[in-house]
């Protein structure tokens, strides 16, 4: 735990350090090429931090942070694209919008308001299923699957929102929601556009989508523009998941994961394309048959793609236990300061 924390500190104070010198230095490189070479060390800076730490919860949270987002969000600012363009008015907004997965919401309203009930709900939930765990043996791998799936829903929606929550005490300015309750999605398109951590779709669109689309619309029609437009931006998701899955487990990609997203990507085009079709005829499904759909397509292709690497390699159960040791922490030092 002490080497851990070190190690935070040491990595943290020099990912604002290279944060800075983009801030100070970078922005004064006319957008292009230039500014391009003046922010890839900090590019390979952070993709070496997660090396540093042992923890799944460590590694992981700074390869989702610094390695993909930040890097993405960089990469972009260099042509004058993404979250961090136009440029934040001040250094400290600067290192937040970078480093977090967060925005500044686009149509401020007066009031940031903050579910407080539903993040409270959120953590008795998984509490519960950390629990869970010890009568795993006891279990279908049906249930197992949905306990899974709801441990990595309910710890990246607690993780987003203790950022959000720090950020927006920090800044003080009207954030854009990271999620928008997933389980109420009714097509893929809406699950991984409009739901599921926000921030990422906001990233894939100007570095992904959009070029490719432009690119290829010169020799495709508009249908296969799209389509591919849409497969690329999942292909790089499932590539950089692979490289989140290495720094997590320290194991060589299976292409598992890239799988998963691969065919997500395809049937996400697909129903786009089947979508503009069956509108046009005035034909739709029903809401509720259509969220099982989506949510049991999701849930399934989750157990057969992407969640057995974590499982042969002991990261799910890991990432319960260090959770329960993090509580446990907090539970000693609550009481040994009589708070």
């Not at 290279?18 to 004064?28: A, E, H, K, P």
């Amino acid at each position: 735990m002490e080497e851990e924390l070190k190690n935070f500190i040491k990595v943290w104070v020099s990912a604002i350090i290279s944060i800075s010198y983009c801030y100070y230095i970078s922005t004064r490189i006319k957008a292009g090429l230039s500014r391009l070479l003046s922010v890839l060390p900090v590019c390979a800076l952070f993709l070496v931090f997660p090396l540093f730490f042992s923890s799944v919860h460590s590694s992981g949270s700074l390869s989702f942070f610094l390695t993909w987002l930040a890097n993405f969000k960089l990469i972009l600012f260099s042509f004058d694209q993404g979250p961090l363009f136009p440029l934040p008015p001040n250094l400290t907004r600067f290192i937040c919008f970078t480093c977090f997965p967060i925005k500044p919401r686009e149509n401020p309203t007066s009031q940031n308001e903050i579910p407080k009930w539903a993040f409270a709900v959120k953590v008795v939930i998984f509490g519960i299923l950390l629990h869970l765990y010890d009568y795993k043996q006891h279990l279908s791998p049906i249930v197992l699957l949905i306990i899974y799936s709801l441990h990595i829903y309910l710890e990246l929606e607690m993780i987003l929102m203790l950022v959000k929550l720090l950020v927006y005490t920090t800044l003080g300015c009207d954030l854009e929601p990271q999620s928008n309750e997933p389980y109420l999605a009714t097509s893929l398109q809406d699950f991984w556009g409009r739901r599921w951590n926000l921030m990422v779709p906001a990233i894939l669109r100007p570095a992904v989508y959009f070029p490719v689309r432009q690119i290829t619309k010169r020799i495709l029609n508009s249908d296969h523009a799209l389509f591919l437009g849409v497969f690329a931006s999942f292909l790089v998701s499932g590539a950089v998941h692979e490289l989140i899955f290495f720094y997590i487990t320290r194991e060589l990609p299976t292409g598992e994961v890239t799988w998963f997203f691969v065919i997500h990507g395809v049937c996400t085009a697909a129903e786009v394309a089947v979508k503009k079709r069956i509108i046009v005829r005035g034909w739709r499904m029903s809401p509720m048959v259509s969220r099982l759909l989506t949510v049991g397509f999701v849930v399934a292709t989750s157990g057969w793609l992407f969640f057995p690497p974590l499982i042969r390699s002991g990261m799910i159960e890991r990432l319960a236990n260090e959770a329960l040791l993090s509580i446990d922490f907090v539970k000693r030092n609550f009481f040994m300061f009589g708070w």
